[in-house]
């Protein structure tokens, strides 16, 4: 209520918030969106585990920060 958004609104960003973590599954454009900016907001350079990772090769932020 403080952020100003309907309540359309807030079920649209709920819903893209749930979709984003799901594999293989229809997004809705925030979904997607949402799904690619976590990608690209993890600091997998940086990680201590990242030998071990099973996505380490396909995330943008392997290589550092991306602007």
Do not use: T
């Amino acid at each position: 209520e403080e952020a100003g958004f309907q309540e359309k609104e807030k079920k649209e960003i709920i819903k893209a918030i749930r979709e984003h973590r799901g594999k293989g599954i229809n997004r809705s454009p925030l979904g997607e969106i949402l799904f690619e900016a976590d990608k690209f907001s993890r600091a997998c350079w940086q990680c201590r585990a990242k030998a071990e990772c099973y996505k380490y090769e396909e995330m943008p932020g392997r290589q550092g920060i991306c602007y």
